[in-house]
């Protein structure tokens, strides 16, 4: 699966000049000699993101390697352990998600119905996705929740979310995104429901708080 499936999502086989027929496993990791190390890092993260799908959050550095196709040493060159890479597939989820709330909420000038929105649409994202839905299981939501809090990921949210950076839209952006990984852990029964509630509680409180502090 993994490196033939790497090389047909990304182009490393036409770049290698490699074709379908070939058995791509046969060369190993080969592959990575020669390839720019940000190409075969987001490679590996595409191909980590299907072994949380069916491992959740805490899937192994033997797990992604063997999916991959290479070694545990080979993967540890490119992340130096795995909640390095949890956190880089965190990050990265993160800017896609923020990419489709930006665009989704782009034509809703009203702050709150826009922040509301914003929310729906992120939870609505991760529900879709198998890969981030194994992240938010019982076992799994403690640790999608840390990584949830990182910098960046965090900066991530502020801006789309809130329209704002820095240190105050970081801290309404970390009581979001609390809010965000506690609806996916448990979810408020419809939604219907849910989107009662994150307009009347959520929404209110994370924008008092950034105009108070505006």
């Given at each position: ?7 047909a ?12 027929d070939?058995?791509?496993?046969v060369?190993?990791?080969d ?8 190409a ?5 993260l595409?191909?980590a993101g299907?072994?949380?799908a ?5 899937a192994?550095?033997?797990?992604i390697?063997a ?5 545990r ?9 795995r909640?390095?890479?949890q956190?880089?597939?965190v990050e ?11 665009e ?11 922040l ?8 609505t994202?991760v529900r879709?996705d ?6 938010f ?12 809090l990182s910098?960046?990921?965090i ?6 979310f809130?329209?704002?950076g820095?240190?105050?839209g ?8 609390r809010?965000?990984?506690s609806?996916?852990?448990?979810p ?5 429901r849910e989107?009662?509630v994150?307009?009347?509680?959520v929404?209110?409180?994370v ?7 505006s």
């Amino acid at each position: 699966m993994g490196v033939r499936k790497l090389c047909a999502a990304t182009g490393l086989g036409t770049v290698l000049g490699m074709t379908d027929d070939q058995d791509l496993r046969v060369r190993g990791a080969d592959w990575m000699r020669g390839t720019r190390r940000p190409a075969v890092q987001d490679a590996i993260l595409e191909i980590a993101g299907e072994v949380f799908a069916t491992k959740g959050a805490n899937a192994s550095m033997g797990d992604i390697a063997a999916a991959v196709g290479c070694s545990r040493a080979t993967l540890y060159r490119y992340f130096d352990g795995r909640r390095q890479l949890q956190l880089a597939y965190v990050e990265r989820v993160a800017r896609r998600i923020g990419a489709v709330v930006a665009e989704t909420v782009s034509d809703r000038p009203e702050p709150a119905d826009r922040l509301t929105e914003s929310i729906i649409v992120a939870l609505t994202e991760v529900r879709r996705d198998p890969a981030l839905a194994a992240w938010f299981t019982a076992a799994g939501a403690g640790v999608a929740g840390e990584l949830a809090l990182s910098s960046e990921f965090i900066e991530t949210v502020a801006t789309a979310f809130l329209g704002t950076g820095g240190e105050d839209g970081g801290e309404a952006a970390r009581w979001v995104v609390r809010v965000i990984v506690s609806l996916l852990a448990v979810p408020e029964g419809s939604p219907e429901r849910e989107r009662a509630v994150i307009a009347r509680f959520v929404t209110p409180t994370v924008l008092g708080f950034t105009e108070t502090r505006s």
